[in-house]
């Protein structure tokens, strides 16, 4: 069964410090993973997907296949960072639909 | 360009009545997709079409929902006597094509009450 997990409902930290949104994934075959974040009053929008390998607004994902993870890191937090983030997961072949873990919110503290 | 759009942006209706939410996906995206967002389940696939293949229904709840797509853009789902668990934010995302990134409309707030 598809499933992704976000084991931190919320996270907060201060501006400067790092910061690590863990993603946890379970796929039987080889899935496509994203990050998409919702900042207040917003909608939904891509922050990154693994196959682009790119930095988006300072953040990275690497996708480690071996203990099924996509955590979202960022070395210096801004207060603008401040949002709900989801990981989510599809298949690379057939119907693309996406599988959301429950999302973390972050808080980004001056 | 115009992005992904829904109406209507908040929905109140009574338990029983049947409600449509309407989606006007990205001029040129062939798939759109209804997801639907609620307190306790999270963010949740209800129904996929990709050009004229029959849809991905698998997730439609129950067969109180049904969608469809007219003329390969405008998409429209219906809620037939709605209950109170339909209450949520109902989100409509469409891509270029199966394998491309989704872009989100700002969703329908639906209240039953």
């Known amino acids: 069964a598809q499933r992704v997990t976000q084991p931190e409902k919320l996270l907060s930290v201060f501006k400067g410090a790092p910061v690590e949104l863990k993603c946890n994934y379970s796929?039987?075959?080889?899935?496509?993973l994203f990050w998409y974040v919702q900042y207040s009053r917003q909608r939904l929008q891509l922050l990154l997907r693994?196959?682009s390998r790119e930095s988006i607004k300072g953040f990275t994902a690497d996708l480690n296949k071996g203990e099924t993870s996509f955590h979202l890191k960022k070395p210096f937090a801004q207060e603008e960072d401040s949002a709900m983030y989801y990981c989510?997961?599809?298949?690379?072949?057939?119907?693309?639909?996406?599988?959301f873990g429950k999302g973390t919110k972050l808080t980004v503290n001056p | 360009g115009a992005g992904v759009s829904q109406s209507p942006s908040n929905k109140v209706t009574e338990k029983g009545k049947d409600v449509e939410l309407r989606c006007d996906p990205i001029?040129?995206?062939?798939?759109l997709y209804w997801y639907r967002q609620s307190l306790g389940q999270g963010l949740e696939f209800l129904i996929y079409?990709?050009?004229?293949?029959?849809?991905?229904k698998s997730g439609l709840p129950s067969d109180r929902f049904s969608a469809e797509r007219t003329g390969g853009s405008v998409s429209t789902l219906t809620i037939q006597r709605t209950q109170q668990e339909d209450s949520a934010v109902y989100l409509c995302?469409?891509?270029?094509?199966?394998?491309?990134?989704?872009?989100f409309g700002p969703g329908t707030r639906l209240l039953v009450l």
């Open positions: 079409f990709q050009g004229n293949s029959a849809p991905d």
């Open positions: 995302a469409s891509s270029l094509g199966p394998k491309g990134a989704q872009y």
């Open positions: 989510a997961l599809s298949g690379l072949g057939g119907s693309e639909k996406l599988v």
């Open positions: 001029s040129g995206h062939t798939a």
């Open positions: 693994h196959i």
């Open positions: 796929y039987s075959g080889s899935p496509e």
